[in-house]
């Protein structure tokens, strides 16, 4: 019980409140300095940012594959078949599924529409021992389905291109977030000193720009580094021939009045990562280049994942598919790889069949390809591959027989690195609107996937100007998923 001090006491009475609010002060602002470093991982050495750092807790997965369908591809014509939106074809839109989709803040789905619902172009087919039904844009994935984890009912936050596909790899629908692939490596580490630990493959990158990849507020020794898929892995990565012999003279030099113009500025981390960068350029002149040199890989290997296909783009797409198994073969702890070599990616705003069969011919050989070789190899049990967009797309037709974004539920699909494989999880509605079952949050897919790696998602933190940054956000509420991950 308070009890009021006596008269003749209020300044000892106020300096004993404020002593308190002090002590209240001084002990959030420990736990704030303590919450800001990855739990049981320790602060990265500044000098060797991917020292590899044990996981608070065992991991089921050592690297990530992350393929990024650029656009939105359909949902209803790839993995979630829907007989009743083939039944109806040019039918408007049932009343009851209209109802569900107001009662929810997807309602802006209708949009852009015709009340029409229009019907898969493709021919369907069940596969495996799962049973999956998929269609004829994937025949070569469609071997592989009782490797596959399929989610049919995840959900964006944002039916925009940008926002959503920020918030896949980010957490948040606005730019200036750290990425999964630099989280990952800041909790983690990497195990190949001699190559970067998060590396993006691409060649023209996603809608949005570098705000979906970039290391955000982390150090910037989290931020990726691209790597080309054919010829030198990093331009101008060898010196002059000239210059070759005197160059480790030279970086140390470098190096030495990097750290005493540093010593003289403490706290000004860019330095160390300036020093880290040119460390890690001078032991990636050999490493990079041999991860390049595909040429070695065996010819029914390389037939397999494309290289020798007619189409320029297959091959192109094949080549980095083939460089991300040689990417996690040596250690590297997260590979990001986009599919988009134009500005349009999987839009089809308009002829679904026109944009979506060139893009499941450049991309179905090769990413069944990388899950079958890396399961030949024993990689998959440790590698988890994640193939996902930013949303999906309507059943409704929209402009000559396209389909509008959907955000309010769609399809991605992962394998290994400890997933359930056979596995279904979570569904649509009958006409593939709205999910229903199991709806899935970013923030619960993210929260997995670190999960997967060892990473607790609620102590992965970040102090940034004295406010907690994390993957998951700081608000809470995401969950693991252990229904998809695997005894």
């Known amino acids: 019980m308070f009890v009021m001090p006596q008269a003749g006491t209020r300044r000892s009475f106020l300096g004993t409140v404020g002593t308190g609010f002090g002590a209240l002060a001084l002990e959030a602002l420990t736990r704030l300095e303590a919450a800001s470093n990855p739990k049981g991982a320790g602060a990265p050495d500044p000098l060797n940012p991917f020292e590899p750092r044990p996981a608070p807790k065992p991991p089921k997965a050592k690297s990530v594959i992350f393929v990024f369908l650029v656009g939105g591809p359909s949902q209803l014509d790839t993995l979630d078949h829907k007989p009743l939106l083939q039944k109806l074809d040019g039918k408007p839109v049932p009343e009851s599924f209209r109802k569900a989709l107001d009662a929810t803040r997807f309602a802006n789905v209708f949009h852009g529409c015709k009340d029409e619902l229009m019907a898969s172009p493709f021919t369907w087919s069940q596969h495996g021992e799962l049973g999956l039904w998929v269609s004829s844009l994937l025949p070569h994935l469609a071997r592989h389905v009782d490797d596959l984890c399929v ?69 910037a020794a989290f931020q990726p580094t691209r790597l080309r898929d054919e010829g030198v892995p990093v331009l101008d990565l060898l010196p002059p021939k000239d210059f070759a012999d005197g160059q480790r003279d030279t970086l140390d030099l470098i190096r030495d009045l990097n750290l005493r113009h540093r010593d003289q500025r403490p706290g000004f981390a860019e330095f160390d990562a300036r020093i880290a960068s040119y460390e890690l350029a001078y032991r990636m002149q050999s490493a990079a280049l041999e991860v390049g040199d595909i040429a070695g890989e065996p010819a029914g290997l390389r037939r397999g994942y494309g290289l020798e296909h007619a189409d320029a783009r297959t091959r192109a797409f094949g080549r980095k598919c083939l460089m991300a198994r040689r990417l996690v073969e ?41 899950l079958a070789d890396l399961k030949q190899r024993g990689l998959l049990e440790e590698t988890l591959l994640v193939c996902a967009s930013e949303f999906g797309r309507t059943p409704m037709m929209q402009g000559n027989r396209g389909r509008q974004h959907n955000a309010a539920g769609f399809t991605i699909w992962m394998a290994g690195g400890g997933v359930r494989p056979g596995f279904r999880f979570g569904a649509t509605d009958d006409l593939g609107l709205l999910a229903v079952e199991h709806p899935l949050q970013m923030k619960d897919l993210h929260a997995t996937i670190l999960h997967l790696l060892g990473l607790e998602h609620e102590a992965l933190n970040h102090e940034v100007s004295g406010r907690l940054e994390r993957l998951t956000g700081i608000a809470g509420g995401a969950r693991i998923v252990h229904e998809i991950v695997g005894a």
């Open 151 to 219: 989610i049919h009912s995840l959900q964006a936050e944002s039916n925009n291109h940008a926002p959503a596909s920020y918030q896949l790899h980010t957490g948040d629908i606005r730019p200036g977030k750290a990425s999964l692939g630099s989280w990952v490596t800041y909790g983690l580490g990497s195990v190949n000193r001699d190559l970067p630990g998060y590396v993006t493959l691409f060649d023209a990158g996603p809608l949005g720009g570098a705000a979906n990849y970039s290391n955000g507020f982390l150090p």
């Open 330 to 370: 040596r250690g590297v702890r997260f590979v990001q790889l986009y599919d988009m070599p134009d500005k349009d990616g999987w839009d089809a705003h308009d002829n679904l069949v026109k944009n979506h069969e060139p893009r499941a011919r450049w991309t179905d050989q090769p990413v069944a390809a990388l």
